[in-house]
């Protein structure tokens, strides 16, 4: 048997532990950080641009918007848009930086919905063509509304 034993002082220790803790934590919050995708940066200039945006987050849709729609953020959030964007934060969508500022709204029908056939939509906001918020939605009576970037669904559903 052989033994072997090694002397470190105790502040190199502490230092070395730290660094090694907050390495772990950064390395955690680059993987699990509600961060927008790299393709959330991206500016969709055109309405082909934006119906590959949709499709590359899994929605399929018709090609032509049924609805476009520019208007002019409030200067502070206020009800119905803090109910509304406390949907976007964990998509990593924020609508906080954008007050006061116009903003394009383009309302798409979706066609591969998982729990409905028809009479679903997508609703993509951009400022200057970079994706600000977006949902999926079904509007009437047993509507919902629901994230427009989701976790892929259990195939056994």
């Given at each position: 048997m052989?033994?072997?034993?090694a002397?470190?002082?105790?502040?190199?220790?502490?230092?070395l532990?730290?660094?090694?803790a907050?390495?772990?934590?950064?390395?955690f919050?680059?993987?699990?950080?509600p961060?927008p995708?790299?393709?959330?940066?991206?500016?969709?200039?055109?309405?082909?641009?934006?119906?590959?945006?949709?499709?590359?987050?899994?929605?399929?849709?018709?090609?032509?918007?049924i609805?476009?729609?520019?208007?002019?953020?409030?200067?502070?959030l206020e009800?119905p848009y803090l109910?509304?964007?406390?949907?976007?934060?964990?998509?990593?969508y924020?609508?906080?930086?954008?007050?006061?500022?116009?903003?394009?709204?383009?309302?798409?029908?979706?066609t591969?919905?998982?729990?409905?056939?028809?009479?679903?939509?997508?609703?993509?906001?951009?400022?200057d063509?970079?994706?600000?918020a977006?949902?999926?939605?079904?509007?009437?009576a047993?509507?919902?509304?629901e994230?427009?970037?989701?976790?892929?669904?259990?195939?056994?559903k």
């Open positions: 052989f033994i072997w034993t002397k470190f002082p105790a502040l190199k220790t502490l230092i532990f730290l660094a090694a907050i390495a772990a934590l950064a390395f919050m680059l993987k699990v950080s961060a995708r790299e393709e959330m940066s991206a500016v969709l200039e055109t309405n082909a641009d934006r119906v590959e945006y949709l499709r590359g987050l899994g929605w399929e849709v018709r090609e032509e918007p609805e476009t729609f520019e208007f002019t953020l409030p200067a502070t009800e109910s509304y964007n406390a949907l976007q934060l964990p998509q990593g924020d609508l906080g930086p954008h007050c006061g500022q116009n903003v394009f709204r383009y309302t798409y029908a979706v591969n919905h998982p729990d409905r056939e028809t009479g679903v939509q997508a609703n993509l906001y951009l400022r063509g970079i994706p600000i977006g949902d999926i939605f079904c509007p009437g047993n509507g919902f509304q994230a427009l970037i989701q976790a892929p669904r259990d195939a056994a």
